[in-house]
């Protein structure tokens, strides 16, 4: 049977859910595959009015991470804050977080969750908006940790000068990360606060 019995969902039989099961299971496995091609495409178009292509800005947020001695949950979280940016501009830091939260640490999803109020901070009384809307966030225990990537590595990430590593020296960390086994307990690490490492001298 290549192929489930059922045209509902609800008149699936336990055959029909395993030969699902089983058929995910290469489609799971190529996640890291789709997530490069999305980072490709990324690299086709310059960030409407910015000197420097989408994949550029993650490549340098997550060079940034890499040069600072940040461990792989950061640096995938770097590479990958605005993924969402190509199917959702509008709630880019949600749909980006949902992509990396079954396999990186509470802590950086959360950061890449609300990255999009954070950079308020930077820009939005240009338009008459609340710079400080992250306040609201002020007593989460990732707060520091939040402010501190979006310095340092999301809004100084706009550098046609900055000398970014090429999506290829990512590629081997990235497939590390999403062959992980998803939301296990060990690297969801709920609670968990590390912080971004100290700033290089």
């Given at each position: 049977m290549n192929t489930v019995s059922f045209s509902q969902m609800k008149f699936g039989t336990k055959r029909d859910y395993e030969l699902l099961a089983e058929k995910e299971k290469p489609y799971f496995a190529l996640t890291a595959d789709r997530i490069l091609g999305e980072l490709?495409?990324?690299g086709e178009d310059t960030l409407s009015g910015y000197k420097i292509t989408r994949l550029q800005h993650g490549?340098?947020?997550?060079?940034?991470?890499?040069?600072?001695?940040a461990d792989l949950d950061w640096i995938i979280g770097a590479l990958l804050h605005d993924?969402?940016?190509?199917?959702?501009?509008?709630?880019?830091?949600?749909?980006?977080?949902?992509?990396?939260?079954?396999?990186?640490?509470?802590e950086v999803t959360w950061v890449v969750e609300h990255h999009g109020i954070f950079q308020l901070l930077y820009f939005a009384d240009h338009y008459g908006w609340d710079k400080n809307a992250r306040e609201k966030y002020r007593d989460n225990i990732y707060f520091d940790s939040c402010s501190e990537f979006c310095e340092r590595w999301d809004q100084?990430?706009?550098?046609?000068?900055?000398?970014e590593e090429e999506l290829a020296?990512?590629?081997?960390m990235l497939r590390e990360v999403f062959s992980r086994t998803a939301y296990s307990p060990e690297?969801?690490?709920?609670?968990?606060?590390?912080?971004?490492?100290?700033?290089p001298d």
């Open positions: 490709e495409r990324h490549l340098q947020a997550a060079t940034r991470a890499c040069r600072d001695g993924i969402g940016d190509g199917l959702a501009p509008q709630n880019h830091d949600r749909f980006s977080a949902e992509v990396i939260r079954p396999f990186v640490r509470e100084s990430s706009f550098d046609p000068e900055y000398q020296y990512f590629e081997t690297i969801i690490q709920k609670g968990v606060v590390r912080g971004l490492p100290p700033q």
